[in-house]
């Protein structure tokens, strides 16, 4: 266990705008996403006001009254977007205490009668009232438009830093107008002692890249490392947290590394925490099965130095060896949101839970 870690590395995004201090960034981004597969990302591109904007608007979100928040339930969306009520979602069979938004970038489905099943889940965001919290959904539409630039970006970054073209990634998204990328705005309510601690379970994220913005003081993100030993995610003001997801492990044939990773609610006595994920997309039709990346063999010699894991606390997103991505993504929405499935994806909900809508799942 040579590359075993006790804490998630900071990398500083303006080395890169330098052409004399990029190389150090790329052997930075190397070591993250093999040996750790999360960072810390600090003086990234997207605009600070628009980032306080919207952490400012976020308890306001949380407290519109509950008939307003009822009009956008996720339930209403075969896309899965709305609202989530707390504890609505479940992880590892257990309840998530957390309540939850779902936006997502402007997309029009590209689905139709006949189609495949999984183009269904990308489409349109439910917003609430624009009288009851005015300019939210401009600044959440502008905030999710900026990370996404930064993540296409970053994705660039990443070929290099596995060796490979700066667009040897490019393959795996369509154009601007067949995607769509999804973001949550969560708040972990402060235990009343009544509670278990689990925030969010252990588990991995589907996708390539995973940016979140810890958007109040509170501690409670933790990673599992190689030894699986679960180690803080301190919030750090500015940053954002970077994650790979299994999407990634997968293509690269585990050179970077998807990481196990929980949240733990506020202790009694505190008060809420908020953040904000926004998971990047690849291509709904994408089947990593089917592409190859050729990387040199020195880089391939980083993953044999690595090691390799301990079994970790979190199985979900293990069809992308026979599944196209959308599939597999919506498995996992089907499993984590049985009530959505059951209203929309009636055959998968069958599929998944034949004794019908239960009190307890287990998503993954």
């Known amino acids: 266990m040579a590359a075993n870690f006790s804490s998630v590395p900071v990398l500083d995004f ?28 600090n003086n990234h591109t997207v605009s ?35 609202y989530s009520k707390l504890g609505a979602e479940f992880t590892r069979g257990k309840t998530d205490y957390r309540e939850q938004f779902d936006f997502a970038t402007p997309h029009e489905t590209q689905w139709k009668p006949g189609a495949p099943e999984h183009l269904r889940l990308w489409g349109p965001s439910q917003w609430p009232d624009e009288d009851l919290i005015p300019g939210f959904k401009n600044t959440m539409e502008t ?68 940016f ?26 500015g940053t954002f947290v970077v994650n790979i997801g299994k999407a990634l492990e997968f293509v690269t044939r585990g050179l970077a590394r998807a990481t196990s990773h929980r949240v733990l609610s506020p202790p009694v006595g505190s008060t809420p925490r908020y953040s904000v994920p926004f998971f990047q997309n690849i291509s709904l039709n994408a089947r990593l099965a089917d592409e190859v990346l050729d990387f040199p063999p020195e880089i391939l ?55 019908g809508l239960p009190k307890q799942v287990s998503a993954y």
């Open 212 to 237: 979140l913005l810890v958007a109040s003081p509170h501690r409670g993100l933790q990673v599992q490392n190689l030894s699986g030993q679960w180690i803080d995610v301190p919030p750090i003001p």
């Open 48 to 82: 600070q006001k628009v980032t306080n904007d919207l952490i400012d608007y976020i308890p306001r979100l949380f407290d519109l009254p509950q008939e307003a928040k009822n009009q956008i339930l996720m339930a209403n969306s075969p896309h899965f977007l709305g």
């Open 143 to 210: 905030y999710l438009q900026q990370v996404q630039a930064l993540s296409y970006q970053f994705i660039s970054l990443l070929g290099e830093a596995f060796g490979l073209t700066s667009d040897a990634l490019n393959k795996f998204y369509d154009t601007d107008e067949l995607m769509q990328h999804r973001g949550k705005i969560v708040k972990y309510p402060a235990n009343d002692g009544s509670l278990t601690d689990q925030g969010v379970g252990p588990h991995y994220d589907a996708g390539f890249l995973t």
């Open 14 to 41: 303006a080395l890169v705008s330098n052409n004399a201090t990029k190389p150090e960034f790329i052997l930075q981004l190397r070591h993250a996403l093999i040996n750790v597969g999360f960072l810390y990302l």
């Open 301 to 355: 010699q980083l993953k044999q130095l690595r090691g390799d894991p301990v079994q970790t606390d979190s199985v979900n997103f293990t069809e992308f060896d026979r599944e196209p991505s959308g599939k597999v993504n919506l498995i996992g929405r089907v499993k984590s949101h049985p009530d959505v499935a059951q209203r929309h994806y009636p055959d998968l909900f069958t599929q998944y839970f034949p004794n």
